[in-house]
């Protein structure tokens, strides 16, 4: 087999073969193909596509690359991934509800590159919280406190981490099959047999269009489900930051807030109707909308809150009372901005709220970069809400100069005249083979 002979072939716009797909995975993780050739092959599936068969035979080639984690000595387990956006917190939000509610949740969560931090990088803004556990006390960890979120492992899926580095200088990061390959080969290897895709799309999102997000999610959802995995998705927009909170340590306190039943808005809408579709899945409740009234309960009883807490504490985390992120240390810069007229918010730019955000230091351009963890935006007031002028829309955080920064977010907010209406938001979620808009009261 001749990696001339696949590339050609593709270039054809003819479908590889599941043996044609392992030859060159394999060649490539293990240094025999040069750069040179994949990024043709590469731009080769970015002009010409693949079918689902070929998707599913990279998807697979690619979880095989490295570890694969076993995770059936606990029996059900429960992930979730989100393609990113300004201010998406939701996988702290419905961990301790899952938790709460019965479900094991056993993640692996990358670092943030862009915006802001990722999963490991908020959790890591909580004092002792320990974001490198090993294989071994990864596993006693899930088995001990039935929830744990860690870092990805370097042996995980090699073969993504060379492909998307080579994608990125080759302008192919763009295209679905790979898209899709990518995101499901690592969900895929690291075990669990319920998966949620959390998927975004507006201009606070690496998906632009609603009709591409769907797309992707469909795939991305078959290829869970012929793996044998129990999959579902929700389709939200990114148009505006979810929440008020934009930066790690902010947005770890907005978790807690919202656990605590002080939070509504879209991050409570999103959280709901993401947690209620995990116990859906899960067997934990007969049908979407008494998920959502579970996880209503788990908040107003309390038991949500608890154990978020119980987790953070069993990973590590070293505090006494609930005000856990006291140890934090904030910038010590701190810049206001204020509404010059009265009216109706009825925008905010969520990229611009990023770009900014990533300028205070809590993002990164570059995946070795620092963050400053307790850096940040929050935003005092939200899509629809009424102002005066001298109102303070947002307070920034942060060590640096924050001159740029504060710019991008006077163009970020848009205040328009009193009785103005504001964009209704729209939440749809793939399950059994359909889309359905979501709304709940709750």
């Not at 079918?51 to 035979?57: G, I």
């Not at 990805?152 to 073969?159: D, E, G, I, T, Y």
């Not at 730019?349 to 993002?363: N, R």
Request: overall charge negative; some cysteine.
């Amino acid at each position: 087999m001749k990696i001339t002979d696949i590339i050609e072939k593709k270039k054809q716009g003819r479908p590889l073969a599941a043996e044609e797909i392992d030859f060159f995975i394999e060649g490539y993780v293990k240094g025999a193909l040069p750069d040179y050739q994949i990024a043709a092959l590469l731009m080769a599936v970015y002009f010409q596509g693949m079918n689902e068969e070929e998707t599913l035979a990279l998807t697979m080639a690619m979880k095989n690359s490295g570890d694969v984690l076993d995770l059936s000595f606990l029996g059900q387990t429960i992930d979730k991934h989100s393609t990113g956006g300004i201010g998406d917190k939701l996988s702290l939000a419905v961990i301790p509800l899952w938790r709460a509610g019965g479900l094991t949740v056993a993640k692996m969560s990358g670092r943030g590159l862009g915006f802001t931090g990722g999963t490991v990088d908020k959790l890591a803004s909580v004092p002792g919280f320990n974001t490198d556990l090993n294989q071994a006390a990864f596993f006693e960890q899930a088995q001990k406190n039935g929830v744990v979120v860690t870092g990805q492992s370097a042996s995980l899926v090699p073969a993504d981490k060379k492909l998307y580095a080579l994608r990125d200088v080759t302008a192919t990061v763009d295209s679905l099959p790979l898209i899709a390959a990518s995101v499901m080969s690592k969900k895929l290897a690291t075990g669990a047999s319920i998966i949620i895709l959390d998927v975004k799309y507006g201009r606070g999102s690496f998906m632009r269009t609603k009709e591409e997000a769907k797309n992707l999610a469909e795939l991305m959802v078959k290829l869970g489900r012929r793996d044998g995995r129990r999959m579902a998705a929700l389709l939200s927009p990114m148009d505006h930051p979810l929440g008020y909170a934009v930066g790690n340590a902010l947005e770890v306190q907005e978790v807690y807030g919202f656990l605590k039943g002080e939070i509504g808005g879209a991050l409570r809408e999103n959280a709901l109707a993401l947690g209620g579709l995990g116990f859906y899945l899960g067997g934990k409740a007969p049908s979407l909308a008494e998920g959502v009234a579970l996880c209503a309960q788990l908040i107003a009883d309390g038991r949500g809150k608890r154990a978020f807490l119980a987790w953070l504490k069993g990973q590590g985390g070293c505090f006494e009372t609930e005000h856990f992120l006291d140890a934090v240390t904030y910038p010590a810069g701190e810049a206001l901005i204020f509404a010059e007229r009265d009216g109706v918010v009825t925008d905010i730019d969520a990229m611009k709220i990023g770009l900014a955000a990533m300028a205070l230091g809590a993002g990164r351009q570059k995946l070795n970069d620092a963050i400053d963890l307790g850096a940040g935006i929050l935003l005092r007031k939200a899509v629809g809400d009424t102002v005066q002028s001298g109102d303070v829309l947002a307070v920034l955080y942060t060590n640096k100069d924050a001159v740029a920064a504060i710019t991008m977010v006077k163009q970020a907010i848009r205040i328009g005249s009193p009785g103005t209406e504001a964009k209704a938001e729209e939440i749809e979620i793939y399950s059994e083979e359909k889309w359905e808009c979501y709304r709940t009261d709750i």
